[in-house]
């Protein structure tokens, strides 16, 4: 059944109950095929390698669903990823058709959601680092016979792993994670994420006033930064002002006007 004379004329059935490894041989088989035989054959046997292995490919489109891009365009998106790995396997080189097609269906994945699915853009080099990657690992697959380490990766694009790891390691820019999201804590519960960030300042709304109106208050006289005080800070009636300071209410009343005025003009004499 895995012989090169007979893979292409499977049937569906005998396709549906091959394991994944007799379906990997029979893939290779076909691409060897295809290698050797004319354009006929190549076109059958390429595109019976690919219908073959369209649940990789589906599978591998579902494992990045719910990042913002629909699943009917990860699905297409993969198949052409699968039908270049086709177009690329060199047989000489690699006996294991998945090997190759998995890294090559993975890059094209990533590209797509990096040409369209960005929902936060990282830096530009970062996106041409992923693409170095998706590169440098379908060409050390094929040499290793596996997939290669970050190290091994870092070292065939002489970067510092660190690199590697920040490129690989963006896909949260896709679909950041809401604020709401459970994320478990110690004793078995949950709390979400906004939960760990910082909380609104009430003194910020304030800050600019502050800032504008301290060199104003600090050329007021003592008695009447005083008032402002009590009135401003500490809430007092006039009534109670009046009594700690010793003057009348009224003569508060026209203190506060005064000083607010002057206030006014000191603010307005420094905008302009």
């Keep these: 059944m895995t012989t ?3 893979t292409t004329s499977l049937t569906d059935d005998q396709v549906h109950h091959l394991s994944n490894a007799e379906r990997d041989r029979v893939t290779v088989d076909l691409l060897v095929e295809a290698a050797a035989g004319d354009d006929l054959t190549r076109k059958t046997a390429r595109d019976r390698a690919v219908e073959l292995n369209l649940p990789l490919a589906r599978y591998l489109a579902n494992r ?4 913002g891009i629909a699943i009917e365009d990860l699905q297409q998106v993969a198949s052409l990823g699968l039908l270049k790995a086709a177009r690329g396997f060199s047989p000489e080189r690699s006996t294991s058709f998945a090997a190759y097609a998995i890294p090559t269906i993975r890059g094209e994945l990533r590209k797509h959601f990096r040409d369209a699915g960005w929902t936060v853009r990282p830096p530009r080099r970062i996106q041409e680092l992923q693409a170095h ?3 440098a690992e379908a060409e050390l697959v094929q040499r290793l016979q596996r997939s290669p380490s970050v190290r091994e990766i870092a070292d065939e694009l002489e970067v510092e792993i660190d690199e590697v790891l920040e490129a690989t390691s963006v896909d949260s820019c896709f679909t950041p994670y809401s604020l709401d999201a ?3 804590v ?3 519960s949950e709390r979400s ?3 760990d960030l910082g909380s609104w300042d009430p003194q910020f709304a304030s800050a600019e006033a502050r800032l504008v109106l301290g060199p104003a208050i600090r050329g007021l006289g003592e008695r009447d930064r005083t008032v402002l005080r009590l ?3 500490e809430g007092l009636t006039q009534q109670q002002i009046g009594e700690q300071v010793g003057v009348s209410q009224m003569q508060v009343s026209r203190i506060l006007n005064r000083v607010l005025a002057q206030l006014r003009d000191s603010i307005l004499g420094q905008a302009a």
Excluded: L, N
């Design 193 to 195: 994420v906004q939960a």
């Design 4 to 6: 090169a004379s007979g």
């Design 182 to 184: 459970p994320v478990p």
């Design 231 to 233: 009135r401003f800070v």
């Design 64 to 67: 990045y669903a719910g990042r």
């Design 186 to 188: 110690d004793g078995g």
């Design 133 to 135: 990657i998706r590169a």
